[in-house]
């Protein structure tokens, strides 16, 4: 079998993964928190029909490049580009907006913990503050009965005003967790990041502090996906996978006319 059709089809798949990534941004351009992923590649082995630096002959001269047969490509590393997303305005006191570094922390129902930049908080039927599918963010915090105006300052404090009491009480403190890799953590869906030995474990510590980002009530950080950008790699990607294709196409034609001969 000619090596451009098994090479071929290397680089179409590859891009193939290439234009599922690309999607999946574009799909996401309205999640909160969302951060836009890239595909990186790799070439694979190398079959050496003439080795670069062998001897040609038995006096000793040396092949100055040789002969190296590429066999394609394959998807090395999906990462996750950490940058920051536009804040946007919703003026409802439980949404949070993370500037600069940190993750929100959350209680999954098996007791690990999650990590998200999406700050859609809420509160549930006991007063305790949860993300939009219902998990403490931690450390837990509950909301006293009768309180009113609640203010989350820049520090991650949560104050609030009781029936009763002119000054605000402090229901509790909202802590960041930060990554020495934060493109090491593992997506799990509904915005949640868990931590894996790639990412290293998790440094906690209260918004504003040194190394942990701040907290902006009211507001959320929308994706950082660029539609722009997305589409102009889109259409690299489709040009690369009917490139691939056409050479495919091509070894055909050419083993058609060996085979007729």
Do not use: C, H
Not at 83 to 90: A, C, F, L, M
Not at 197 to 205: E, I, Q
């Amino acid at each position: 079998m000619m090596r451009s059709l098994w090479i071929g089809s290397t680089g179409m798949m590859a891009q193939q993964m290439n234009v599922e990534t690309i999607s999946n941004n574009i799909a996401n351009v309205s999640t909160s928190g969302f951060k836009r992923q890239r595909v990186e590649f790799q070439d694979l082995l190398y079959e050496n029909l003439r080795r670069p630096g062998a001897t040609s002959n038995d006096t000793g001269n040396i092949v100055p490049t040789g002969i190296q047969m590429g066999t394609g490509v394959k998807p090395s590393a999906i990462y996750r580009i950490n940058g920051q997303g536009t804040v946007n305005i919703t003026d409802n006191p439980l949404d949070v907006a993370i500037s600069g570094r940190g993750y929100l922390q959350a209680q999954l129902p098996d007791g690990t913990t999650a990590y998200t930049r999406a700050g859609s908080l809420q509160l549930n039927a006991e007063g305790v503050i949860v993300t939009s599918d219902g998990y403490p963010v931690l450390p837990q915090i509950t909301i006293p009965t009768g309180a009113r105006d609640i203010t989350i300052n820049s520090s991650g404090e949560v104050l609030v005003k009781v029936d009763g009491s002119t000054s605000p009480t402090n229901a509790g403190q909202i802590n960041f967790a930060t990554f020495v890799n934060p493109a090491g953590l593992e997506a799990i869906g509904q915005n949640l990041l868990k931590e894996t030995p790639a990412s290293g474990t998790p440094t906690t510590g209260a918004p504003g502090s040194t190394g942990f980002g701040t907290i902006l009530q009211g507001s959320l950080e929308s994706s950082n996906v660029n539609v722009v950008e997305e589409i102009t790699a889109l259409i690299t990607a489709q040009r690369a996978y009917e490139m691939n294709s056409r050479v495919i196409r091509a070894s055909e034609e050419m083993l058609a006319t060996t085979s007729r001969r």
